[in-house]
Every structure is written in structure tokens, then in C-alpha cells.
């Protein structure tokens, strides 16, 4: 190991930094990082699992509610002060789990804001301590990207950082923007009893997802009681009283909305202020974002970026994945990163799961290809547990029929993506997938099926 590469400073302490960090020390790295909000960044606090806490409690609200209108008896409204002091201790703890496993690899946590002074140096702005280093990983993350649109400063209008404080159920909400942030949020507050109506300006829900799944969802959340208006702009927010007044244009009318909450959720944005990039020389993309390499190096030598500020996917397991590959790549060399089975998943209920190509970028790889599919109505698992709603989709490039796509809309997709991403990752058939036994009576029985449907096989289902 070269002396120079031993010395290395993590910005920003999230799930790209922070195991970027461990990664580090573990290939014998001195490691310093610096962090200002909060180890664990914003997918501990701000994201991932405060969300699917509150998506949790919400499904677990919904079931007990149905039960109590079966039986003709009041059901008791949510304690939401309650609900947010129990995610806030859920939060806390992972928090210190990571605290932890950084002190345990000998990496030195400083809590600051940190900019770059020169292309080797560091400056942390509350102390004015400088940290000389022969690499650095910035792994900053993003923020909620705003709309220029009036009345974003009004009470009662929200991100998706700000709504985790709310302090009620609003009766009837607005959400902007139908990506997974937004309709996990929508399907949260849903279940919690209010009223949804998701804005959505381009032609499908979650844009850039397979336009038969985006489909197959929006027919899903639609059957649950919210309501999505696609192909649709938000013009304008005012006070209207005690409400807020939503104006949206769809088509060729003005719409108007009367709501008590409105949540703006159009995406993330890189956070890069305070980094001092224009000073040293670094890179940026067309969308803002730090421009880097395969390996992930900025265009100033030994400079690195990772995870949301990177651009590319915003996930937390990809900004995860990009760490610890830029440790590697600065302490043993070149080691290209791959994002050919890089899995995404929605976790409203049912869940959302996709990893490789959709249908169409397959068409346009390979020309032909195989497309096998599975209705979770004929799996046996999904039927007992009175689950049925949704497919599972599994795409092959044809000579070979080599997995390359992959689409989930089930209960647990989120766990069941691990197969079809572990498929595409070992450039796997469907045969080889058709061939693996799978246990009954399981969900992942319908990737098996879908896979043997690609070649007019399928055993649970009639051939066409």
C-alpha cells in the first residue's frame, strides 16, 4: 500500500460517507470524516427509514381501522406526537449503531461543515481547523428541489423533509410530483384517514419506470382511494382561509384544488454549498451535479464523489455501493463501478420493485428479446393472504436469453428484487432461474413462473 493513499477525508457522513469511511479503514486507511447532518445522512433522518416507519404504522392503522368498521366500532384517531416520538427513538438508534461502527474502525468523526481551502485541504467552518489529505470522498448527498412557483412559503406547504414533523393528519392533502417519494407519502397519509390527490406533470406516475408498471400502480393506488391527476402543472398555491387553494393546469383548463396540506415533492438536488468546488477546479455535469469518472474520481486527481451529489440513481444502496468502491479504488487502484443490477423499489402497498432494463431500453439494446409475466392472483402465497393485486415481469435479451430486466408489483417486492437483481448481476438465463428450485408457497415463486413464461412454459398459468 502506497504511503499516499493513506491518508483520506470522508465529506459527509450518509450512506455514501460513512461506509466509504469503514471501507476505508478496514483496507488500512487513516480516515477522518466530516458531517453536519447527522450521521447517517438523510436516508436515516430524512428519508428511507423514517418513512417506512410511518408507511409501517400506516398499513398496520389501515388493517386495524377495516377491522373496526367490520365490527361497527369507533376507532380512536391517530396520536401522531406519539407516532413521531416513536420514529424519532427508531432514527436515534440506528444513529448511534453508526456512531458506533465508526469508532469501532478507527475512524475520527468530526461534526462540522466542511469546504475545500486547496485541492488538498480542508477547512471546517464552525472551528476553522484545517485537515491536509492525499484523498478525498465527497459524499454530501442532496436536498428537495423547489418549484419557482408562488406560494411555496406558505404554512401548511411542505417537502418531504419538512412533512416528517407534521404534527396532524391533514383531512385533505395535495402531493406534487408522482415519483416514489411522492406516492409513498401519499399512500402514508392515505392510510392515516385523509384524502389524496397527487399532481403529476408528466404522462405517467413515476416517471422513468416501465410504462406498464407505472400503469398497473396507478390503477392500484387509484383502487385504494387516491386520486392522480398525470399530465398535469402546478400554477400556483394560495390562502384561501383556513385552506389552500391548489391551481394546477391539465390539458387545456385551470383545475383548482381546496386542501389543508399541500407536500411538494418534484425530486432531490445535489447539496454542494459550501464546498468551495469552483475554487479547486472540480467538474460539474449538465445537472448539477459532480462529474465523475467510472471510477468515480472528480476531474481534480484524487478528489472523489459519491452517492446523490454524483448524480445518477438517487439511492441510498447505490450511493452505498459508489463509497466503498471509491475506497477501494483509492487504496488498491482502478475498480470500474457497475450499475447494470442496481435495484429500486416504491414501498407503497402493494410495493414497487424494478432492476435493469425496462422493456423498452431492452427493445432498443438488443432488438429481440423475451418477455415473461406473472399475475400474483396465481400465486398461491398472494392468494392466502387475500395479496393479489399486481405481476411479476421478467425480460431477456433473445439469443441468449440471458436475464436483463426485471419488474415487481407485490406484496414484499422490495425483499424479491434481491433474486432478479442477483440474476442479472451473474448474467444469469431463464433457464438457469427456471431451473432453481423455489419453496412453496412463496412470493418468489412468481419470478420462477414469469421466467418460465418468457419461453411459453409457464406452469401455473394457461399458455396463450
Given at each position: 500500500?502506497?504511503?499516499?493513499?493513506?491518508?483520506?477525508?470522508?465529506?459527509?457522513?450518509?450512506?455514501?460517507?460513512?461506509?466509504?469511511?469503514?471501507?476505508?479503514a478496514?483496507?488500512?486507511a487513516?480516515v477522518?470524516?466530516?458531517?453536519?447532518?447527522?450521521l447517517?445522512?438523510t436516508?436515516?433522518?430524512?428519508?428511507?427509514?423514517p418513512?417506512?416507519?410511518?408507511?409501517?404504522?400506516?398499513?398496520?392503522?389501515?388493517?386495524?381501522?377495516?377491522?373496526?368498521?367490520?365490527?361497527?366500532?369507533?376507532?380512536?384517531?391517530?396520536?401522531?406526537?406519539?407516532?413521531?416520538?416513536?420514529?424519532?427513538?427508531?432514527?436515534g438508534?440506528?444513529?448511534?449503531?453508526?456512531?458506533?461502527?465508526l469508532?469501532?474502525?478507527?475512524?475520527?468523526?468530526?461534526?462540522?461543515?466542511?469546504?475545500?481551502?486547496?485541492s488538498?485541504?480542508?477547512?471546517?467552518?464552525?472551528?476553522?481547523?484545517?485537515?491536509?489529505?492525499?484523498?478525498?470522498?465527497?459524499?454530501?448527498?442532496?436536498?428537495?428541489?423547489?418549484?419557482?412557483?408562488?406560494?411555496?412559503?406558505?404554512?401548511?406547504?411542505?417537502?418531504?423533509?419538512?412533512?416528517?414533523?407534521?404534527?396532524?393528519?391533514?383531512?385533505?392533502?395535495?402531493?406534487?410530483?408522482?415519483?416514489?417519494?411522492?406516492?409513498?407519502?401519499?399512500?402514508?397519509?392515505?392510510?392515516?384517514?385523509a384524502?389524496?390527490?397527487?399532481?403529476?406533470m408528466?404522462?405517467?406516475?413515476?416517471?422513468?419506470?416501465?410504462?406498464e408498471?407505472?400503469?398497473?400502480?396507478q390503477?392500484?393506488?387509484?383502487?385504494?382511494?387516491?386520486?392522480?391527476?398525470?399530465?398535469?402543472?402546478?400554477?400556483?398555491?394560495?390562502?384561501?382561509?383556513?385552506?389552500?387553494?391548489?391551481?394546477?393546469?391539465?390539458?387545456?383548463?385551470e383545475e383548482?384544488?381546496?386542501?389543508?396540506?399541500?407536500?411538494?415533492?418534484?425530486?432531490?438536488?445535489?447539496?454542494?454549498?459550501?464546498?468551495?468546488?469552483?475554487?479547486?477546479?472540480?467538474?460539474?455535469?449538465?445537472?448539477?451535479?459532480?462529474?465523475?469518472?467510472?471510477?468515480?474520481?472528480?476531474?481534480?486527481?484524487?478528489?472523489?464523489a459519491?452517492g446523490?451529489?454524483?448524480?445518477?440513481l438517487?439511492?441510498?444502496?447505490?450511493?452505498?455501493?459508489?463509497?466503498?468502491?471509491?475506497?477501494?479504488?483509492?487504496?488498491?487502484g482502478?475498480?470500474?463501478m457497475?450499475?447494470a443490477?442496481?435495484?429500486?423499489?416504491?414501498?407503497?402497498?402493494p410495493?414497487?420493485?424494478?432492476?435493469?432494463?425496462?422493456?423498452?431500453?431492452?427493445?432498443?439494446?438488443?432488438?429481440?428479446?423475451?418477455?415473461?409475466?406473472?399475475?400474483?392472483?396465481?400465486?398461491?402465497?398472494?392468494?392466502?393472504?387475500?395479496?393479489?393485486?399486481?405481476f411479476?415481469?421478467?425480460?431477456?435479451e433473445?439469443?441468449?436469453?440471458?436475464?436483463?430486466?426485471?419488474?415487481?408489483?407485490?406484496?414484499?417486492?422490495?425483499?424479491?428484487?434481491?433474486?432478479?437483481?442477483?440474476a442479472?448481476?451473474?448474467?444469469?438465463?431463464?433457464?438457469?432461474?427456471?431451473?432453481?428450485?423455489?419453496?412453496?408457497?412463496?412470493?418468489?415463486?412468481?419470478?420462477r413462473?414469469?421466467?418460465?413464461?418468457?419461453?411459453g412454459?409457464?406452469?401455473?398459468?394457461p399458455?396463450c
Amino acid at each position: 500500500m502506497s504511503e499516499h493513499k493513506k491518508n483520506i477525508v470522508i465529506i459527509g457522513g450518509g450512506p455514501g460517507g460513512y461506509p466509504a469511511a469503514i471501507k476505508a479503514a478496514q483496507l488500512g486507511a487513516s480516515v477522518t470524516l466530516v458531517d453536519r447532518n447527522g450521521l447517517g445522512g438523510t436516508c436515516l433522518h430524512r428519508g428511507c427509514i423514517p418513512t417506512k416507519f410511518l408507511l409501517k404504522a400506516a398499513k398496520e392503522n389501515d388493517t386495524i381501522l377495516k377491522f373496526f368498521k367490520k365490527i361497527d366500532m369507533p376507532f380512536p384517531p391517530v396520536d401522531v406526537k406519539t407516532l413521531m416520538r416513536q420514529k424519532a427513538e427508531v432514527v436515534g438508534k440506528l444513529a448511534s449503531g453508526t456512531a458506533m461502527l465508526l469508532n469501532k474502525n478507527g475512524v475520527r468523526v468530526i461534526s462540522g461543515t466542511a469546504g475545500f481551502a486547496d485541492s488538498k485541504t480542508i477547512r471546517v467552518a464552525e472551528t476553522g481547523e484545517t485537515i491536509g489529505f492525499s484523498s478525498a470522498v465527497i459524499a454530501t448527498g442532496s436536498e428537495s428541489a423547489a418549484l419557482a412557483v408562488e406560494g411555496m412559503e406558505l404554512e401548511g406547504v411542505y417537502d418531504s423533509s419538512g412533512i416528517l414533523d407534521i404534527d396532524h393528519i391533514p383531512r385533505n392533502l395535495a402531493v406534487i410530483g408522482g415519483g416514489y417519494i411522492g406516492l409513498e407519502f401519499a399512500q402514508i397519509f392515505q392510510m392515516f384517514g385523509a384524502k389524496v390527490t397527487v399532481i403529476e406533470m408528466m404522462p405517467h406516475i413515476m416517471p422513468g419506470t416501465d410504462p406498464e408498471i407505472s400503469t398497473a400502480m396507478q390503477k392500484i393506488l387509484n383502487s385504494h382511494g387516491i386520486k392522480i391527476h398525470t399530465n398535469a402543472r402546478l400554477k400556483r398555491i394560495q390562502r384561501n382561509g383556513s385552506e389552500l387553494s391548489v391551481r394546477y393546469e391539465a390539458g387545456q383548463k385551470e383545475e383548482t384544488l381546496s386542501v389543508d396540506a399541500v407536500l411538494v415533492a418534484v425530486g432531490r438536488k445535489p447539496r454542494i454549498d459550501g464546498l468551495n468546488l469552483d475554487k479547486i477546479g472540480v467538474r460539474m455535469d449538465a445537472k448539477g451535479a459532480i462529474a465523475v469518472s467510472q471510477f468515480l474520481e472528480t476531474s481534480v486527481s484524487g478528489i472523489y464523489a459519491v452517492g446523490d451529489v454524483a448524480g445518477g440513481l438517487m439511492l441510498a444502496h447505490k450511493a452505498t455501493a459508489e463509497g466503498e468502491c471509491a475506497a477501494v479504488n483509492i487504496i488498491e487502484g482502478p475498480h470500474e463501478m457497475s450499475y447494470a443490477a442496481v435495484p429500486s423499489v416504491m414501498y407503497t402497498y402493494p410495493e414497487m420493485a424494478a432492476v435493469g432494463l425496462t422493456e423498452e431500453q431492452a427493445k432498443e439494446k438488443y432488438g429481440e428479446i423475451l418477455v415473461g409475466r406473472f399475475p400474483m392472483a396465481a400465486n398461491g402465497r398472494a392468494v392466502l393472504s387475500g395479496a393479489q393485486q399486481g405481476f411479476v415481469k421478467v425480460i431477456a435479451e433473445m439469443e441468449t436469453e440471458i436475464i436483463v430486466g426485471a419488474s415487481f408489483v407485490c406484496p414484499e417486492a422490495g425483499h424479491l428484487i434481491g433474486e432478479a437483481t442477483m440474476a442479472i448481476q451473474m448474467e444469469a438465463t431463464l433457464d438457469e432461474v427456471a431451473e432453481t428450485i423455489h419453496a412453496h408457497p412463496t412470493l418468489s415463486e412468481a419470478f420462477r413462473e414469469a421466467a418460465l413464461d418468457a419461453k411459453g412454459e409457464a406452469i401455473h398459468i394457461p399458455p396463450c
